[in-house]
């Protein structure tokens, strides 16, 4: 395990800018706004050869300014204990606060190195700003500019040095990317919490309390998983907020680095259009999906209640008839330790890697039984399979005239693929390309008869 460090400060202070500006990439939003970031967000960054993950928190606020503060509050709480270094950013330009001196005070109390950063200091000529902190009676300031990069190398110079080496655990196996995709308030973060035991993520009522993509790791079963919680997808037509419209580009981005999609509905409400959309979204980019059908313990059973919610799914997204389905409660529990059992049988599907062989079998099968149709007075022809790739199961199929095969035979030609190779929970992809020079099957198969007849011939003489 690598060491931590924790950043914390009041809202607005650049906490985000600065985690970003450490790990090299955009992965924190960034806004004017105060209390952009509510959970804790982990990042990788390395310097000087030296490997830390950094943790961005919340903004430490009173109640009064922010309805979220108090659980806020517990999650920076959570981050200092678990990290080997805090670092308390104030803010150069907006001067002190009496969150500052709060702040300041807790982590006097801590036995692990802090550091006190003052932001945005743009350069050597504005570090007579840093006067004004030694009131709160600390020693060592350093003046940064996470926008600019200005001081940013030395005080990494002195972070690293007070860094514990890294734990070398054993190798472990792969890890399994999860997103947890839905609309707003349908219950992503409060299943990640009982998944992982703890209070991760802040948890509301108010939709769109998740503004950010978070990720978290976890080992289940001796496997490793890594929860990827999104912002919950509203239709466009009612996302006037950047913040919001940056937070669902984040949220479909999660799905392109995720091997399998949770897609959460509210079940209490009813499958919604917006909850088809929102699947459409995971089956566009190939992802393996699973539908679960939360707050099941809100819904007011009858005869067949759980058959009737599968029928509706399966008629409305029909294009992920293959997904997995179960209704779960992440409030009491109710079947949240099965959703890893589907996981893995999803993935297994999806990283699936097919023999030359077999899936020439297969196709050559599935056009004897349902012969291509004709294109322009010439019969289709198909030469030559090969898969090129997993995640998801990708096909191409070498043809005489690829643009002319209809979306209903290579359909047909899926669901073969499907029932004989045993991929029936996983997207799979079926490419048409124009023929290189390879026999097809039936001259394939005929050559293989004339060759038998010839060693038998030659045999008999």
């Known amino acids: 395990m690598k060491p931590i460090v924790a950043i914390v400060g009041r809202p607005n202070v650049g906490k985000s800018t600065l985690f970003n500006r450490i790990t090299r990439k955009k992965d924190a939003l960034v806004d ?20 830390f993950s950094i943790v961005d928190t919340g903004g430490f606020a009173r109640d009064e300014e922010d309805v979220f503060a108090e659980k806020i509050r517990s999650q920076i709480g959570l981050a200092i204990d678990d990290a080997d270094v805090v670092v308390l950013v104030l803010d150069g330009k907006g001067g002190i606060s009496p969150f500052d001196s709060e702040l300041i005070g807790l982590l006097r109390k801590v036995s692990i190195p802090v550091f006190y950063v003052v932001n945005k200091i743009d350069g050597e000529e504005k570090e007579s700003e840093l006067y004004d902190f030694y009131q709160l009676g600390l020693d060592d300031l350093y003046p940064v500019s996470a926008e600019h990069g200005y ?11 007070v860094l514990p080496s890294s734990r070398q655990d054993d190798p472990v196996e792969e890890e399994i990317s999860i997103a ?25 009522n108010v939709p769109g309390t998740t503004r950010d993509s978070i990720d978290s790791l976890c080992e289940i079963s001796g496997k490793q998983y890594r929860l990827i919680d999104t912002a919950g997808i509203r239709r466009k037509g009612r996302v006037s907020e950047k913040l919001e419209k940056f937070s669902i580009i984040k ?16 079940a209490a409400e009813g499958i919604t259009e917006q909850d088809i959309h929102v699947a459409g979204y995971a089956h566009e980019r190939g992802c393996g999906s699973i539908f679960l059908l939360n707050k099941w313990d809100l819904v007011e059973k009858e005869n067949k209640t759980e058959k009737r919610y599968y029928e509706q799914l399966r008629m409305d997204a029909k294009f992920l008839y293959f997904a997995p389905a179960v209704t779960i409660s992440a409030l009491t529990g109710l079947r949240v330790s099965k959703i890893f059992q589907l996981v893995e049988a999803v993935y297994q599907q999806y990283a699936t890697r097919i023999g030359t062989g ?9 056009i004897e039984k349902n012969e291509p149709p004709m294109h322009k007075g010439k019969r289709l022809k198909f030469y030559y399979t090969s898969q090129v790739s997993t995640k998801p199961p990708t096909f191409v199929v070498f043809a005489n005239y690829p643009d002319a095969v209809h979306f209903s035979y290579q359909r047909y030609l899926v669901n073969q693929i499907r029932e004989h190779a045993g991929l029936d929970k996983t997207p799979i ?4 390309r124009l ?27």
């Open 180 to 204: 947890v995709i839905g609309r707003p308030n349908a219950g992503k973060s409060s299943l990640i919490n009982k998944i992982l035991r703890e209070d991760r993520l802040v948890v509301s």
């Open 32 to 51: 004017n706004y105060p209390g952009v970031t509510r959970d804790r967000h982990y990042g990788d960054a390395t310097w000087n050869d030296v490997a």
């Open 151 to 161: 001081g940013i190398p030395d005080f990494l110079d002195k972070l690293v040095s």
């Open 435 to 461: 023929r290189t020079g390879r026999i097809d099957f039936s001259e394939r198969k005929k050559k293989e008869n004339f060759s038998d007849k010839s060693k038998k011939s030659k045999r008999m003489g």
């Open 429 to 432: 992809r079926l490419y048409f």
């Open 358 to 366: 077999m899936i020439n079998r297969i196709i050559e099968r599935a």
């Open 251 to 266: 949220a479909l981005r999660s799905l392109d680095r995720c091997d399998v999609a949770l897609i959460v509905i509210d």
